[in-house]
């Protein structure tokens, strides 16, 4: 749901899955929307209802990382562990 009440579609930036099998959903801004947080609270909760959902062996777990690109280009990361340890803001929200 966007800020103004409306509701909108998401499709996330990019998917990443780790060799653990973690599916990481990766967002990324280059501009900061009004709309932000309220979007990673809501990809959080869906991150934790399809982890949930998916209990079976072997499934995957599913996180998020956001990307603002005013860090990326200060800090460009060398990897993704290095991008997913270095852009942690609404990681707190997990």
Same mark, same amino acid.
């Given at each position: 749901?966007?800020?103004?009440?409306?509701? &909108?579609?998401?499709?996330?930036?990019?998917?990443?899955?780790?060799?653990?099998?973690?599916?990481?959903?990766?967002?990324?801004?280059?501009?900061? %929307?009004?709309?932000?947080?309220?979007?990673?609270?809501?990809?959080?909760?869906?991150?934790?209802?399809?982890?949930?959902? &998916?209990?079976?062996?072997?499934?995957?777990?599913?996180?998020?990382?956001?990307?603002?690109? &005013?860090?990326? %280009?200060?800090?460009?990361?060398?990897?993704?562990?290095?991008?997913?340890?270095?852009?942690? %803001?609404?990681?707190?929200?997990?």
């Amino acid at each position: 749901m966007k800020a103004d009440g409306d509701l &909108s579609n998401y499709v996330p930036d990019f998917l990443v899955k780790t060799p653990d099998g973690t599916v990481w959903i990766v967002e990324t801004k280059g501009r900061a %929307e009004i709309d932000l947080p309220q979007k990673m609270t809501r990809l959080r909760q869906w991150c934790t209802d399809a982890t949930e959902a &998916s209990q079976a062996e072997g499934a995957p777990a599913y996180r998020f990382v956001y990307v603002d690109q &005013s860090g990326f %280009e200060r800090h460009p990361p060398t990897s993704f562990a290095a991008l997913v340890a270095g852009f942690t %803001e609404y990681q707190d929200m997990q």
